[in-house]
């Protein structure tokens, strides 16, 4: 389960470069003319669901096949339907962009939104016959849904707050540029082929800046061999990859959760001067295999900000040809790091970015900003933000944010967190809005229960394919008895709980100072020891856990931190007491 990096001669891994011969997986890929086929010749038939060729093909436009395992009936067909999800850089929804997926969830979904911990919202319930309306009307709202699944860049994270000072602004817009560098060229058309009929107006408008990086992506050094689709190549990434953009002390994005981590620094004037890069992060794993674990990304160095677009680009054009092709569940390039060394890595690199690398300038400690509450933008000018647990927005919340952000035109920003944030409010609207807001229940935003306002928990059964388990459903009731044995033990400081239905690591529960992760039907691998500001792993404790025994599990440990005092984390606790005595206190509350 460590997080360290071995020596540099790990031997040969399978990649593009090598030539090996593709799985059926890859050659998929690269039959697709650029992920169009068999998605396209399936689009236009009448059955309920799509072959598993096209289920893959799908996942790039930003959508996955599900069945309700709740309507399931022997001898009748599954329930198919899709989940959708956005891709939204750094979070930002424009008003009319939320006011089109609210209608979209009523009319074709299941009626309700989820803003998911990579910042995009995400619809479920959506019948194969409805998906080109929904993703056209999407697209025709100046949206996309492109790359925000499959073996490609995902959603580009950022700090949602609308935050003008500091490098703030520097951050989002490397946020976008990141994500625009990062759109597969090829693939962008397809993407209009299917749900726009090839309509150009929608394609994405990089800036001056992004198009020159994209023009060098033809480059020798840099490209795949394959001219309509340089950066990616055929058979685009290993899987899936994730970048996030930060200020210095801001760790609002989990940044050590990611492929490439960015600290964008700024001078005094917010003009952008550079950024701390990090790499080799990522959070999934499979439950009794060792050789997949959850891992925090290492420090690479300091770059100036004229070549973090090229050293970007060029990581992923590392990890396209360097990445595990043949393993799937080996492909992330936290595998190639852990393996190969960041030694190796930066090595590497050098055939692919000629510009330096230097040491890691001095950040501030990291802080879990959650941004709740209220915040002022600029003269006269305001954000409020809104906890919602499991990002789940449904009923007369839901209606009652469509009437708030129609009145008044108030851009959305979606938080890690899977918290809203309303912003572009005026000082005149102020007072009305925290009426209006308190009438659809959020009457103090910046005060929700303690143990609730950092939780985050993935959407699990029924819809999620991989559960094992539930996670969104009971989270609620989760933390409700964690808050009363907290109230009971006298305990009045928070701990950071994340709940997971199976080991991918959707909601990252392995940064948590107390993971649930699925592992059985109500049963739960407990990891404990992470940190509140998201600096460090937790540790798995418990192999299979029930749900029922949570309390009296943790009892022992949580007395033990009670009784400590001092202002030390449960997770620092954890991590200081050492393995041996956390286990000892642990096994104490099962025995008779």
Known sequence: MSAGSSSIDAGPLPSLASGAPRTKFEQLKADSDHLKQPLLEELGNELPNFSEGAVQILKFHGSYQQDNRDNRQKGQDKDWQMMLRLRSPGGRIPAALFLALDELADRYGNGTLRA?????????????????????????????????????????????????????????????????????????????????????????????????????????????????????????????????????????????????????????????????????????????????????????????????????????????????????????????IHERGIAWFRQELRRYFDHPIKGLRLEPKAKLEDYLGWHRIAAGQWFVGLPLLCGRLAGEQKAGLRRLVQTYQLEI??????????????????????????????????????????????????????????????????????????????????????????????????????????SGVDQYQLWLGGTPNLSQLAEPYLERMPLEQLETTLEPLLQAWNQAGGRRSFGAFVHASGREQVLELLQGSTRP
């Open 116 to 336: 998911t911990t990579r910042q995009a919202f995400q619809m479920h319930g959506i019948r194969k016959d409805s998906l080109r309306d929904v993703i056209g009307t999407i697209v025709r709202g100046m949206g996309s849904t492109l790359a925000a699944c499959g073996d490609i860049n995902r959603n580009v994270m950022a700090p949602a707050a609308p935050f003008q000072k500091g490098a703030y602004p520097a951050a989002r817009e490397l946020a976008t540029a990141v994500a625009d560098l990062l759109t597969p060229h090829a693939a962008e058309g397809s993407y209009l082929d299917l749900w726009v009929d090839g309509d150009l107006r929608y394609r994405i408008k990089p800036t001056t800046a992004v198009k020159k990086a994209r023009a060098r992506q033809s480059d020798a050094h840099l490209t795949s061999g394959d001219s309509a689709e340089p950066l990616y190549g055929s058979t685009y990434m290993p899987r899936k990859f994730k970048v996030a953009v930060t200020v210095p002390g801001d760790n609002s994005v989990d940044l050590l959760t990611q492929d490439i981590g960015l600290v964008q620094f700024a001078d005094p004037n917010g003009r952008p001067q550079g950024c701390n890069v990090y790499v080799g992060g990522g959070m999934g794993r499979t439950h009794n295999k060792d050789e997949t674990f959850a891992r925090t990304a290492d420090p690479l160095g300091y770059v100036s900000q004229e070549h973090v677009l090229d050293l970007v680009q060029a990581i992923v054009a590392l990890q396209r040809d360097h990445g595990d092709r043949a393993q799937r569940r080996h492909a992330r390039m936290k595998y190639l």
């Open 413 to 518: 920003r979606l938080t890690p967190n899977q918290d809203i944030l309303l912003c572009n409010i005026a000082t005149a609207q102020r007072a009305t809005l925290v009426r209006e807001l308190a009438a659809i229940g959020f009457e103090a935003p910046e005060a929700p229960p303690l143990l609730a306002r950092h939780a985050i928990a993935c959407p699990a059964l029924p819809l999620c394919g991989l559960a094992v388990t539930e996670a969104e459903r009971i989270f609620p009731e989760v933390l409700e008895r964690l808050d009363n044995q907290f109230q009971r033990l006298g305990i009045s400081k928070s701990v950071l709980v994340r709940m997971t239905g199976c080991p991918n690591g959707c909601a990252r529960p392995y940064m948590a100072e107390i993971g649930l992760v699925g």
